[in-house]
């Protein structure tokens, strides 16, 4: 399966291809390939780069559009204005195609890309991650092995306890702020939000409408963007 994968969480606007296949006979992981992706580090750019990214995805990898079986959406959580581009053009390419929109925590995304470490058996890992919320805050989540364990939420550095975490990861920034072993994971990518998503693209599932995930208000205003389009 062909799947279309975006985020714009972050300053970094991201974009890409992944190929996503059951997995292979003795192995529960379902087989994800990124094809190609796109990111640009711009905080200010979100609406006027994601879907030139998309289509140059597309033309980078020879695919078309109507070859793209499912959309994935990082949800955030992330600032308003940045977030609700990617959740609004995903939905629209999704609409558009009439193919199925899967939102993912994008810290999750994060996560998802530092599972090796994760699954270290040596010793258990518990993982830290942190994304910029601006106004001298961050976002933040904690994830074991089996998953997220606390989170997502938002808070000042100051007041984030790392409690029993070992590892970090997430915003170059904001990472120095913990005394914590740093991962090299600091952006959503396109092969971390599919993994999220991976076994219910597979099972068929119908995805619940996107609702961004703004975690503060005024700006936590649930909002699905599942029409949007048409």
């Given amino acids: 399966m062909l799947v279309l994968a975006v985020d714009t969480s972050t300053p970094a606007v991201t974009a890409g291809l992944v190929e996503l296949e059951p997995a292979d006979e003795g192995n529960n992981a ?10 640009t580090v711009d905080a200010r750019a979100h609406n006027e780069v ?28 992330g600032p308003f204005t940045g977030l609700r581009v990617g959740m609004a053009t995903a939905a629209a390419f999704a609409d558009a195609l009439g193919i199925p929109v899967h939102g993912v925590c994008s810290l ?60 970090i990861a997430g915003s170059a920034s904001h990472v120095d702020y913990f005394d914590l072993p740093v991962l090299p994971v600091e952006t959503p990518s396109p092969s971390g939000l599919v993994r999220i998503a991976a076994r219910d ?7 619940e ?6 975690l503060r208000r005024p ?3 649930e909002k699905s963007y599942a029409q949007v389009g048409r």
Avoid at 30 to 39: D, G, K
Avoid at 120 to 149: K, N, Q, S
Avoid at 201 to 207: C, F, K, N, R, S
């Fill in 30 to 39: 379902p087989r994800i390939t990124t094809i190609t992706s796109q990111v």
């Fill in 50 to 77: 994601l879907t030139p990214q998309i289509l140059a995805c597309l033309a980078e990898s020879g695919r078309t559009r109507a070859e793209i079986d499912a959309v994935v959406a990082g949800i955030g959580p």
């Fill in 108 to 167: 999750d995304a994060i996560a998802a890309d530092t599972e090796s470490y994760l699954r270290d058996p040596a010793e258990p890992v518990e993982l830290l991650v942190v994304t910029d919320a601006r106004r001298r805050e961050v976002y933040w989540a904690r994830y074991r092995a089996e998953g997220r364990v606390e989170g997502p939420e938002v808070s000042k550095p100051a007041d984030l306890d790392p409690g029993t975490a070992t590892v």
């Fill in 201 to 207: 693209i597979l099972a068929g599932v119908t995805p």
């Fill in 209 to 214: 409408p996107l609702v961004p995930l703004y």
């Fill in 219 to 221: 700006d936590a205003v």
